[in-house]
């Protein structure tokens, strides 16, 4: 079946970078949207960013455009989030998240998801 594995996170300082890494497994994804999705405490799940398997159409929301960048190594079946300039409010876990076809910013649209990264960002 298909798995989601994360890796990457950590702690991180204001203003500095961390990239996330997503292995993706148990199918052929070149249909798929792969999104990261991230929760932060007491918070519901929030879309952070999503990329398509196929042509890579790419959407960030508001809080992370222009900081955060999404991408993925088709040969290897891994998605990224590239992460800079981080915020203390980008602190949460973050989760790899894939379905067929959808492109949508609605964490509930998604079918499979990781087990999450933590990121802390201190101020």
């Known amino acids: 079946q298909v798995q989601l594995v994360e890796s990457g996170g950590g702690l991180v300082q204001a203003g500095g970078s961390l990239r996330l890494s997503c292995a993706a497994s148990g199918r052929t994804f070149t249909s798929y949207t792969m999104a990261w999705v991230r929760q932060a405490p007491g918070k519901e799940r929030e879309f952070v960013a999503f990329i398509r398997w196929s042509g890579g159409t790419t959407f960030y929301a508001d809080s992370v455009k222009g900081r955060f960048t999404i991408s993925r190594d088709n040969a290897k079946n891994t998605v990224y989030l590239q992460m800079n300039s981080l915020k203390p409010e980008d602190t949460a876990v973050y989760y790899c998240?894939?379905?067929?076809?959808?492109?949508?910013?609605?964490?509930?649209?998604?079918?499979?998801w990781g087990q999450g990264t933590q990121v802390t960002v201190s101020s």
């Open positions: 998240a894939a379905a067929p076809t959808v492109l949508g910013t609605k964490p509930e649209r998604y079918d499979y």
